[in-house]
Protein backbone atom coordinates (compact mmCIF):
# COMPACT_ATOMS: atom_id res chain seq x y z
CA UNK A 1 0.00 0.00 0.00
CA UNK A 2 2.93 2.63 1.14
CA UNK A 3 6.11 3.14 -1.07
CA UNK A 4 8.96 2.66 1.13
CA UNK A 5 9.48 5.95 1.41
CA UNK A 6 6.62 7.06 1.92
CA UNK A 7 5.89 9.88 4.13
CA UNK A 8 2.88 10.90 6.29
CA UNK A 9 2.20 14.75 8.09
CA UNK A 10 -0.76 14.37 11.04
CA UNK A 11 -1.93 18.30 12.33
CA UNK A 12 -4.91 18.78 14.45
CA UNK A 13 -7.57 17.08 15.77
CA UNK A 14 -5.01 13.78 15.22
CA UNK A 15 -1.90 13.86 16.82
CA UNK A 16 0.48 16.32 15.26
CA UNK A 17 3.57 14.54 13.77
CA UNK A 18 5.58 13.35 10.90
CA UNK A 19 6.25 10.11 9.67
CA UNK A 20 8.68 8.36 6.90
CA UNK A 21 9.21 5.02 5.80
CA UNK A 22 6.35 1.86 5.46
CA UNK A 23 7.23 1.20 9.64
CA UNK A 24 6.85 4.31 10.80
CA UNK A 25 3.40 4.96 8.90
CA UNK A 26 2.31 0.96 10.23
CA UNK A 27 2.92 1.88 13.75
CA UNK A 28 1.68 5.66 13.65
CA UNK A 29 -1.65 4.58 11.79
CA UNK A 30 -2.29 1.17 13.72
CA UNK A 31 -1.52 3.08 17.15
CA UNK A 32 -3.97 5.68 16.55
CA UNK A 33 -6.21 5.41 13.52
CA UNK A 34 -7.35 1.82 14.04
CA UNK A 35 -9.80 1.55 16.67
CA UNK A 36 -10.45 4.98 16.76
CA UNK A 37 -11.17 6.65 13.80
CA UNK A 38 -13.92 6.32 11.00
CA UNK A 39 -13.84 6.29 7.41
CA UNK A 40 -16.28 6.39 4.88
CA UNK A 41 -14.63 5.03 1.36
CA UNK A 42 -18.02 5.83 -0.48
CA UNK A 43 -17.27 10.06 0.23
CA UNK A 44 -13.93 10.30 -1.35
CA UNK A 45 -12.73 13.14 -3.89
CA UNK A 46 -10.89 11.75 -6.73
CA UNK A 47 -8.46 14.41 -8.76
CA UNK A 48 -5.50 12.95 -10.64
CA UNK A 49 -3.01 11.11 -8.45
CA UNK A 50 -4.86 12.36 -5.28
CA UNK A 51 -7.66 11.05 -3.05
CA UNK A 52 -9.22 12.76 -0.29
CA UNK A 53 -11.43 11.33 2.49
CA UNK A 54 -13.21 12.65 5.81
CA UNK A 55 -12.31 11.31 8.66
CA UNK A 56 -14.19 11.37 12.04
CA UNK A 57 -12.86 10.02 15.11
CA UNK A 58 -15.28 7.50 17.23
CA UNK A 59 -16.19 9.25 20.63
CA UNK A 60 -18.02 7.80 23.61
CA UNK A 61 -21.10 9.93 25.29
CA UNK A 62 -22.53 12.82 24.23
CA UNK A 63 -19.36 14.82 22.80
CA UNK A 64 -19.30 15.80 18.80
CA UNK A 65 -16.85 13.87 17.27
CA UNK A 66 -14.52 15.50 15.86
CA UNK A 67 -13.87 15.44 11.91
CA UNK A 68 -10.96 15.77 9.94
CA UNK A 69 -9.99 14.61 6.69
CA UNK A 70 -6.95 12.31 5.02
CA UNK A 71 -4.75 13.22 1.24
CA UNK A 72 -3.75 10.53 -0.22
CA UNK A 73 -0.88 11.13 -3.05
CA UNK A 74 -0.19 8.19 -5.30
CA UNK A 75 2.38 6.90 -7.46
CA UNK A 76 3.06 3.78 -9.73
CA UNK A 77 0.00 2.36 -7.66
CA UNK A 78 1.20 3.13 -3.94
CA UNK A 79 0.39 5.83 -1.70
CA UNK A 80 3.71 8.35 -1.37
CA UNK A 81 1.98 11.30 0.68
CA UNK A 82 -0.70 10.72 3.66
CA UNK A 83 -1.71 13.90 5.34
CA UNK A 84 -4.53 14.04 8.21
CA UNK A 85 -5.74 16.73 10.13
CA UNK A 86 -8.32 19.86 9.47
Same mark, same amino acid.
Given at each position: ?5 A ?10 G???GT ?12 Q????D??R ?18 ? =? ?18 ? =????
Open positions: MFADDELVSDDPFPPEHREQLRRFLAGRFTRVGVPTKQLAGDRVVWTLRARTEGP =RSAPTGRAEAEVQDGRIMRL =RVGR
